[in-house]
């Protein structure tokens, strides 16, 4: 087995099982060609593993955005949990140089295939809240997804804060939000711009980012927290 000291460094987080994370590292076509290997596959891990991500990022979604309908968070959590995301958390973390796998599926850029990759990012995760339960794998979800949570939120894919916030305000007070630049920050090549927006002729959110449309849209996501605003399809 590779030596995963430096991987579970990555990870952030230390297995009492170390069996477990070796698992999660064995991809089907190992075993094909070495018939004496006694462990199993990855494979059943990996189903795990996608379950216990899709709790983890529908919970986090529930607690961190609740601006958001039902049918943002589907969009949401289907986003994040794609073979392209996990992907993408795995190469993070240099996982393909860890997988087991044989010398045929290897040499065509196995390690580097989106589904082996995705599959055995799913398998550490289950491994983990195999080995250490559900808070772990939890922070570990969080901790690695946190790059691909922020471009999901940047994009403005499926948490449309704004028009959301827009939406919210006409109905309840026949008024549209009013975005207002209060801070700019920083040099030229990393700004920091700060924006209130204001509800009802009173400051309902303030955001702050790299870019005046992502500092507008975090204030109209702090804006949806503080009205209470809780929408339905």
Same mark, same amino acid.
């Given at each position: 087995?590779?030596?995963?000291?430096?991987?579970?460094?990555?990870?952030?987080?230390?297995f009492k099982q170390l069996s477990l994370l070796e698992q999660a590292l064995v991809h089907?076509?190992?075993?094909?060609?070495?018939?004496?290997?006694?462990?199993?596959?990855?494979?059943?891990?990996e189903f795990l593993g996608d379950a216990v991500l899709g709790l983890i990022v529908a919970? !986090?979604?529930?607690?961190?955005?609740?601006?958001?309908?039902?049918?943002?968070? #589907?969009? $949401?959590? $289907?986003?994040?949990?794609?073979?392209?995301?996990?992907?993408?958390?795995?190469?993070?973390?240099?996982?393909?140089?860890?997988?087991?796998?044989?010398?045929?599926?290897?040499?065509?850029?196995?390690?580097?295939?989106?589904?082996?990759?995705?599959? *055995?990012?799913?398998?550490?995760?289950?491994?983990?809240?195999?080995?250490?339960? +559900?808070?772990?794998?939890? =922070?570990?979800?969080?901790?690695?997804?946190?790059?691909?949570?922020?471009?999901?939120? =940047? $994009?403005?894919? *499926? +948490?449309?804060?704004?028009?959301?916030?827009?939406?919210? #305000?006409?109905?309840?007070?026949?008024?549209?939000?009013?975005?207002?630049? %209060?801070?700019?920050?920083?040099?030229?090549?990393?700004?920091?711009? #700060?924006?209130?927006?204001?509800?009802?002729? $009173?400051?309902?959110?303030?955001?702050?980012?790299?870019?005046?449309?992502?500092?507008? %849209? !975090? *204030?109209?996501?702090?804006?949806?927290?503080?009205?209470? =605003?809780?929408? %339905?399809?």
């Amino acid at each position: 087995m590779p030596d995963v000291a430096e991987l579970q460094k990555s990870l952030g987080t230390s297995f009492k099982q170390l069996s477990l994370l070796e698992q999660a590292l064995v991809h089907s076509s190992y075993l094909n060609e070495n018939p004496a290997y006694t462990g199993g596959h990855n494979e059943r891990l990996e189903f795990l593993g996608d379950a216990v991500l899709g709790l983890i990022v529908a919970g !986090e979604l529930y607690r961190e955005y609740p601006g958001l309908s039902e049918g943002e968070m #589907t969009r $949401a959590r $289907a986003a994040l949990v794609r073979r392209d995301t996990l992907a993408r958390v795995a190469q993070s973390v240099d996982l393909g140089d860890y997988l087991l796998m044989g010398r045929g599926e290897d040499s065509t850029g196995g390690r580097r295939k989106i589904p082996n990759l995705a599959g *055995a990012m799913e398998a550490v995760i289950a491994a983990v809240y195999l080995d250490r339960g +559900i808070e772990a794998a939890r =922070d570990m979800v969080v901790n690695l997804f946190a790059g691909e949570w922020r471009k999901l939120v =940047d $994009a403005g894919a *499926a +948490i449309d804060y704004k028009s959301r916030l827009q939406e919210l #305000t006409q109905s309840r007070f026949r008024q549209t939000p009013e975005y207002r630049l %209060t801070g700019e920050a920083g040099p030229d090549h990393d700004k920091q711009f #700060t924006v209130n927006v204001e509800v009802n002729g $009173a400051v309902a959110g303030t955001g702050s980012g790299k870019t005046k449309k992502e500092a507008e %849209t !975090e *204030a109209a996501r702090r804006a949806l927290e503080s009205l209470g =605003d809780r929408f %339905t399809e």
